[in-house]
């Protein structure tokens, strides 16, 4: 069966005149100061608050009852836990795409886990775009020689992953119980992304002691699609989507793999995805 081309960069996602990979910041002018300390509040309010985290209870709580039915035995509640994952049937920004066994043979993405930056709603001419999570480089940025101050000094020994074929450079940054940061774009709760022209005011969070050099985690190239092309590869079985935690998407950063990210979604996303994660890669 033929493959898509998944490589090319023709298929990245555009918006007009920028590219979709730059965060264009948080900030709408034109808030009172009343306005923005209501925001304020309500962000410190609501800044732990995940509401993934109350759908995939939902989830959970709906499987294990399934099951207990399908078995003849009693219903038991159990605790999520700190790493979770479950299939979702349309993508969303924060959402993860898990390739499947169509995918293959196909270099770039065989086995690949791509973390959704956003999923093309939010302008009509921008298509969605992530990373590669779970495809580490083994390389520090020092090792790149970056002519980049920042880069040379401040991140120089964070470590490098493979974002994707098209050209960008990202990094992600976990926030901790912080509410979103200005220049940062969120995309799930403790969890915010930028690009080389956040970079300076990611450089002064680390200088100032707002976050650590271990937080970040940066992106060489990133993935894109046009509007609908990534709901045809969707439904024709190239990606499964899950929703899962961001301790699963970031782990014990920076010193554990997410080499074995594939398979670790896939098994507790259970079922069907489950039995995948032992097949052994198909020669295409």
């Known amino acids: 069966m033929g493959k898509k081309n998944h490589g090319s960069s023709s298929n990245s996602s555009s918006s007009g005149n920028g590219d979709p990979s730059i965060p264009e910041g948080d900030g709408a002018n034109g808030n009172s100061s009343s306005e923005k300390s209501n925001d304020a509040s309500q962000h410190s309010l609501h800044v ?13 709580r709906e499987q294990a009852e399934t099951e207990a039915q399908a078995k003849g035995t009693s219903f038991e509640s159990k605790p999520l836990g700190m790493k979770w994952a479950h299939p979702i049937s349309v993508p969303e920004t924060g959402c993860v795409l898990v390739a499947t066994e169509k995918l293959d043979g196909v270099r770039t993405f065989e086995r690949t886990v791509v973390l959704l930056l956003r999923s093309g709603t939010r302008h009509p001419q921008e298509g969605p775009f992530g990373i590669v999570i779970n495809r580490p480089l083994h390389k ?20 490098l992953h493979f974002g994707g074929p098209l050209e960008a450079s990202m990094f992600l940054l976990k926030t901790g119980g912080r509410s979103k940061l200005p220049g940062f774009e969120e995309v799930i709760p403790g969890l915010c992304f930028g690009a080389r022209n956040s ?21 060489v190239g990133y993935a ?19 929703a899962c935690s961001l301790n699963l998407i970031y782990g014990g950063f920076p010193d554990s793999s997410s080499e074995n990210l594939w398979e670790e979604i896939l098994q507790l996303m259970g079922g069907q995805y489950s039995e995948l994660s032992r097949k052994p890669k198909q020669d295409m």
């Open 48 to 60: 732990n608050f995940d509401w993934r985290t109350v759908r995939a209870n939902l989830f959970s």
């Open 140 to 159: 520090k940025i020092k090792h790149m020689k970056p002519t980049n101050l920042d880069l040379a000094t401040t991140f120089s020994d964070c470590p």
């Open 199 to 219: 970079l300076d005011e990611a450089a002064e969070l680390v200088k100032k002691g707002v976050l650590k050099s271990q937080d970040f985690r940066f992106f």
């Open 224 to 242: 894109g699609w046009q509007q609908d092309q990534l709901k045809e590869e969707i439904d024709s079985d190239y990606w499964y989507v899950a």
